[in-house]
């Protein structure tokens, strides 16, 4: 396994450290802290960004009918992760985790856990390299039905817009129809965001890159939206029971889309 650098501060383990979690080291709290100094918001932000995708999660269990998910750049384990929402309503669903991160796989192989009827499983690998993830995915999940493609939080770290969307295109072009792809990111929308975000991307820490609503929409080309389409992630179906089901606009955006 290849060795946790705890000198460089990491997004997966800053994220975790706004979540309240205690997988970080002192050089993330510190590179979190920054961010959270000019945009006190972040920590809410992040909780927002994992109540969309339990919401994405049910609607896909229980409204489309899926129950095979590749979550690619999933990050450290938290509460209510992919698996844990969607087994929790259908039990035969599987789950395939990718990320690079060695902490990530570490705790991973611990803590994601599966239902007997189901399967959980950890790919590291990049997201850089579809190619490989499907591959590697294919001896999990089937493909001759659909899949959801999770890419939160991931291609903002991916400074080319077109390298992006070519990495998404990748994915999906390798699932059948009648699959869906989800991707929630940070908007270029909240001038504090955007000066928090350029202190964190000076910390050492792999940039993150915010974009545009227009430019965050662009990822879902060819496929179908569901509704109510790219939207700031408390818009997207809120339930009476999310603290963060507001119609406020938040520098967070998501959506998610069928594959014809």
């Given at each position: 396994?290849?060795?946790?650098?705890?000198?460089?501060?990491?997004?997966?383990?800053?994220?975790?450290?706004?979540?309240?979690?205690?997988?970080?080291?002192?050089?993330?709290?510190?590179?979190?802290?920054r961010?959270?100094?000019?945009?006190?918001?972040?920590?809410?932000?992040?909780?927002?960004?994992?109540?969309?995708?339990?919401?994405?999660?049910?609607?896909?269990?229980q409204?489309?009918?899926?129950?095979?998910?590749?979550?690619?750049?999933?990050?450290?384990?938290?509460?209510?992760?992919?698996?844990?929402?969607?087994?929790?309503?259908?039990?035969?669903?599987?789950?395939?985790?990718?990320?690079?991160?060695?902490?990530?796989?570490?705790?991973?192989?611990?803590?994601?856990?599966?239902?007997?009827?189901?399967?959980?499983?950890?790919?590291?690998?990049?997201?850089?390299?579809?190619?490989?993830?499907?591959?590697?995915?294919?001896?999990?999940?089937?493909?001759?039905?659909?899949?959801?493609?999770?890419?939160?939080?991931?291609?903002?770290?991916?400074?080319?817009?077109?390298?992006?969307?070519?990495?998404?295109?990748?994915?999906?072009?390798?699932?059948?129809?009648?699959?869906?792809?989800?991707?929630r990111?940070?908007?270029?929308?909240?001038?504090?965001?955007?000066?928090?975000?350029?202190?964190?991307?000076?910390?050492?820490?792999?940039?993150?890159?915010?974009?545009?609503?227009?430019?965050?929409?662009?990822?879902f080309?060819?496929?179908?939206?569901?509704?109510?389409?790219?939207?700031?992630?408390?818009?997207?179906?809120?339930?009476?029971?999310?603290?963060?089901?507001?119609p406020?606009?938040?520098?967070?955006?998501?959506?998610?889309?069928?594959?014809?």
């Open positions: 396994m290849p060795k946790i650098d705890s000198s460089v501060p990491h997004s997966a383990r800053i994220f975790t450290y706004w979540l309240g979690g205690k997988d970080h080291f002192p050089v993330d709290e510190e590179a979190g802290e961010v959270r100094e000019i945009f006190p918001a972040i920590v809410d932000l992040a909780r927002v960004g994992r109540y969309f995708l339990g919401r994405v999660v049910r609607y896909l269990v409204d489309a009918g899926v129950t095979q998910f590749l979550d690619v750049g999933t990050g450290l384990p938290t509460v209510d992760n992919t698996h844990e929402v969607a087994q929790r309503l259908d039990p035969r669903c599987r789950v395939v985790y990718v990320d690079n991160d060695p902490l990530v796989l570490a705790h991973a192989e611990a803590l994601l856990t599966s239902t007997p009827e189901g399967r959980t499983h950890y790919l590291e690998a990049d997201v850089r390299d579809p190619e490989r993830i499907l591959s590697e995915a294919r001896g999990i999940l089937d493909f001759d039905q659909p899949v959801a493609v999770f890419l939160m939080g991931i291609l903002a770290h991916v400074d080319d817009l077109t390298e992006a969307q070519s990495i998404v295109r990748r994915l999906m072009d390798g699932l059948p129809a009648g699959s869906y792809l989800s991707v990111d940070g908007a270029d929308t909240d001038p504090a965001y955007l000066a928090a975000i350029e202190g964190y991307n000076a910390s050492g820490a792999v940039p993150y890159r915010l974009r545009s609503p227009e430019e965050i929409a662009r990822f080309e060819g496929l179908e939206l569901v509704e109510p389409g790219v939207v700031p992630c408390p818009q997207w179906r809120p339930e009476a029971e999310d603290p963060f089901a507001s406020d606009d938040v520098a967070l955006y998501g959506g998610l889309a069928r594959k014809r």
